[in-house]
């Protein structure tokens, strides 16, 4: 399976509508959770979260701890590591898509109940990947 075919798996795991719920994204992730792991690449996509502003920046990068330094010196508020996940540009533009609703600006969405329970259903259930917060 190629890194697009889990992206888009990936990001079509939660329906996007009132009916949404965690356990119907746990039972998407568990489906591709091994796929995912077997390919990891030399990627992550990250979830950075500025909490005093509500945010969450969903980017890549291949050391999601240098480019957390890095942000961390433009931005006016504290950021923090929320999770990684194995992946590159394919799962970050399919990411970016399905959170298109919750975009504030650029790769910053806003931290609503949709994204953050997606956070927590993916990390959950990828044991090689750390959540942080």
């Known amino acids: 399976m190629t890194n697009y075919q889990l992206a888009a798996q990936l990001a079509m795991i939660a329906p996007w509508d009132r009916s949404w719920s965690t356990t119907k994204v746990v039972e998407g992730v568990r489906d591709i959770v091994d796929q995912m792991v077997a390919y ?3 990627e992550f996509v990250y ?3 500025a909490r005093s502003a ?3 920046k969903i980017g ?3 050391d999601p701890y240098r480019r ?5 010196l433009l ?3 504290p950021l923090e590591v929320m999770a ?3 992946g590159g540009a394919e799962l970050e533009r ?3 898509g399905q959170f298109e609703f919750l975009r504030s600006h650029g790769e910053w969405f806003f931290a609503a109940t949709h994204l953050v329970d997606f956070i927590s259903a993916a990390t959950t259930h990828l044991p090689a990947i750390r959540r942080v917060s």
Not at 68 to 72: D, E, I, N, R, S
């Open 40 to 42: 990891c690449g030399d």
């Open 47 to 49: 979830f950075i979260q």
């Open 54 to 56: 509500r945010l969450i």
């Open 60 to 62: 890549r990068s291949q």
């Open 68 to 72: 957390l330094a890095q942000l961390q």
């Open 75 to 77: 931005s006016p508020v």
């Open 84 to 86: 990684t996940l194995p």
């Open 94 to 96: 399919s990411l970016h």
